[in-house]
T-cell receptor, first 113, second 114 residues
């Protein structure tokens, strides 16, 4: 069974640009959640999607958004990038939600210059 | 509100000696507690999960954790460290009071010396 796939692996953007990250969950998993990992703030929950609906959201500004498609693949978008958005963005999938075993992708490393 | 505190940011052990990673949590309701491990340039992998079935939880790769409600602790242990255990470990709490959102501890980086 293929694992969680995140693309691209690395991204370099400049301030003010926008970026879209992609996550393909394990086949059969309907829940996809996103996390931001930085040296200063650690790991923080961004949002969770289940069957194309956002079910939960963390404390991030509206510049951070996401969506989930009918095949459970998910994208997250960050608009008007700031230097502080530089981070490793991790996606995780599960059958029902984050309260059960999560399977993580290797992440997308975003650098904002 | 829920929170997690990992008491050590770095732990150094010799190969073959025990490992102890300490975690204290705060949660309004009966929480679910997890330990995840992250190897360099990788995503996180679940080691074990507590869901109130038993206070001593056994996980993968010889790890286990004990839930102590009176101390609000969920410490992770392994009797004998292996070189492959060098990684960062995260204690995580989830609960109904927080809408089942995950809250992560700050992480403990484990160094294993030969």
């Amino acid at each position: 069974k293929a694992g969680v796939t995140q693309t691209p692996r690395y991204l370099i953007k400049t301030r003010g640009q926008q970026v879209t990250l992609s996550c393909s969950p394990i086949s059969g998993h309907r829940s996809v959640s996103w996390y931001q990992q930085t040296p200063g703030q650690g790991l923080q929950f961004l949002f969770e999607y289940f069957s194309e609906t956002q079910r939960n959201k963390g404390n991030f500004p509206g510049r951070f958004s996401g969506r989930q498609f009918s095949n459970s693949r998910s994208e997250m978008n960050v608009s008007t990038l700031e230097l502080g958005d530089s981070a490793l963005y991790l996606c995780a999938s599960s059958y029902r939600g984050p309260n059960e075993k999560l399977f993580f992708g290797s992440g997308t490393q975003l650098s904002v210059l | 509100a829920q929170s997690v505190t990992q008491l050590d940011s770095h732990v150094s052990v010799s190969e073959g000696t025990p490992v102890l990673l300490r975690c204290n949590y705060s949660s309004s309701y009966s929480p679910s507690l997890f330990w995840y491990v992250q190897h360099p340039n990788k995503g996180l992998q679940l080691l074990l999960k507590y869901t109130s079935a038993a206070t001593l939880v056994k996980g993968i790769n010889g790890f286990e954790a004990e839930f102590k409600k009176s101390e609000t602790s969920f410490h992770l242990t392994k009797p004998s460290a292996h070189m492959s255990d060098a990684a960062e470990y995260f204690c995580v709490v989830s609960g109904q009071a927080a809408g089942n959102k995950l809250t992560f501890g700050g992480g403990t980086r484990v160094l294993v010396k030969p």
